[in-house]
């Protein structure tokens, strides 16, 4: 072996034992570097409430003004869309020309038979009806408060009963002794029934966590000989959830 073999074969020998420690360091497996902590938003972290639950009272006004009370419930299906429930009881729905016909009985009575007469209505409703709320979003969940406007549709059924009472000489005469003064009331003015009921409306809700509702509504009953048209203030309170 000549002096230029044995010198090419010293410099591989010494190429392998520089090159050995650095190729097994390149194959080692590193460490997977640290993921970057999240800054949590706070804002989108609390989500919006999904649904709420309160209670409502008023004032009606039919043939006379009147009180109301009732539940009102809600699901939040999308961004400001809603669907709402709402159930309660409006004491007097007797509109003035069912008020003017049962007068008008008793003029009869006075004319026919010379004795005083007087007659009162009185016709409360029981309702429940479903529809959707356009309303804003708002604050997140439990996060400040605001006002926020929105717009109702509803759909239902009312359950009617009307209470006459009619005096002749100051006698009660409602039951089946006014047949005997040639009067036979209808079920218009006698009885209860049970009618399809649609509502619109629009309000304010004060408060996001815990909230005010002040709003009108238009409610329409389909009772026996014309409709009955009230006009509802309505006042509420609630939470969401």
């Not at 009147?66 to 939040?76: K, P």
């Not at 006698?171 to 399809?196: E, F």
Request: glycine letters at 12%; proline letters at 4%; a positive charge.
């Amino acid at each position: 072996m000549n002096r230029v073999t044995r010198l090419l074969l010293t410099a591989a020998f010494g190429a392998v034992i520089l090159l050995a420690p650095l190729t097994a360091l390149a194959q080692t497996t590193l460490p997977p570097r640290p993921a970057p902590t999240a800054v949590a938003d706070e804002d989108a972290a609390a989500p919006h409430s999904r649904w709420h639950l309160g209670v409502t009272s008023g004032a009606t006004q039919v043939g006379r003004t009147s009180t109301l009370a009732g539940v009102d419930f809600g699901i939040r299906l999308r961004r400001g869309l809603h669907i709402v429930f709402e159930g309660g009881r409006m004491s007097d729905v007797v509109t003035q020309s069912r008020i003017d016909e049962a007068n008008g009985y008793m003029a009869f009575v006075r004319d026919a038979y010379d004795v005083t007469a007087e007659a009162s209505m009185r016709g409360n409703a029981l309702f429940a009806m479903a529809g959707l709320r356009l309303i804003p979003d708002g604050a997140a969940r439990g996060e400040g408060s605001g006002v926020r406007p929105y717009a109702t549709a509803m759909v239902g059924f009312a359950r009617v009963e009307y209470n006459p009472r009619f005096l002749v000489d100051g006698q009660d005469i409602s039951g089946g002794a006014l047949g005997l003064y040639g009067v036979t009331l209808g079920r218009d003015l006698l009885g209860t029934t049970n009618k399809l009921a649609y509502s619109g409306g629009a309000g304010f809700i004060f408060g996001d966590t815990w909230y005010l509702d002040l709003g009108v509504r238009l409610t329409r009953i389909h009772t026996t000989d014309h409709a009955t048209n009230v006009k509802r203030i309505v006042i509420g309170m609630g939470r969401r959830f």
